[in-house]
């Protein structure tokens, strides 16, 4: 089975530019999950999706958006650039069964904002 | 607030013995932990789990502790390997909303395996 895939895995923007990553899911996986990750600030939680929907959002500026399509398939976006949005984006899947549930996560896109 | 803490950033360990990495909780609501390693510009692999039921799950070379009284849990790496170099971070989780559950990771501790 496929694992969770990333795309782009290298992005290269200026500030205030807007940007768009995907994410396609564990063939299955009804749950989408994004995180942010960098040096100072480890893996932070950014929001869930299930069914389409937001789930749960983590403590991000309204700059931090996301959506899920019919097929699982999940997009983030992220608009106004700042410098400290540089990061690895990291996108993760799960079958959302409750307290067993262990999320698989992709490779992971780095942004980087000049 | 760090709900979840590795308070060691590195450890070195030689190659055949066991690796021990920390973690300890604050948040009581915690009922499941989970193990990644990650190696530099990959996403974390998934590596083991415990329920908040249990006190031990074992795979492999890999064990998972879990000390629910005094809110810690472990992985012990038996015998450790070259190839287990990585930062190792712990997670923890619970329902923070409805039915949805969310993972609190840990800062992550990078583990050297000398040949």
């Known amino acids: 089975k496929a694992g969770v895939t990333q795309t782009p895995r290298y992005l290269i923007k200026t500030r205030g530019q807007q940007v768009t990553l995907s994410c396609s899911p564990i063939?299955?996986?009804?749950?989408v999950s994004w995180y942010q990750q960098t040096p100072g600030q480890g893996l932070q939680f950014l929001f869930e999706?299930?069914?389409?929907?937001?789930?749960n959002k983590g403590n991000f500026p309204g700059r931090f958006s996301g959506r899920q399509f019919s097929n699982s398939r999940s997009e983030m976006n992220v608009s106004t650039l700042e410098l400290g949005d540089s990061a690895l984006y990291l996108c993760a899947s799960s079958l959302a069964r409750g307290r067993g549930d262990t999320q698989y996560f992709g490779p992971g896109t780095r942004l980087t904002v000049l | 607030d760090q709900q979840v803490k590795q308070n060691s950033p590195s450890l070195s360990v030689q190659e055949g013995r066991i690796s021990i990495l920390n973690c300890d909780y604050t948040n009581s609501m915690f009922d499941y932990f989970l193990w990644y390693k990650k190696y530099p510009a990959e996403g974390p692999t998934f590596l083991i789990s415990?329920?908040?039921?249990?006190d031990k799950n074992e795979d492999g070379r890999f064990t998972v502790f879990l000390n629910k009284s005094a809110k810690h849990l472990s992985l012990h790496i038996v015998p450790s390997q070259p190839g287990d170099s990585a930062v190792y971070f712990c997670?923890?989780?619970?329902?923070?909303?409805?039915?949805?559950?969310?993972?609190?990771f840990g800062s992550g501790t990078q583990l050297t395996v000398l040949p």
């Open positions: 415990i329920s908040s039921i249990k």
């Open positions: 999706y299930f069914s389409e929907t937001q789930r």
């Open positions: 063939s299955g996986h009804r749950s």
């Open positions: 997670a923890a989780s619970a329902i923070s909303s409805g039915s949805a559950r969310q993972l609190t």
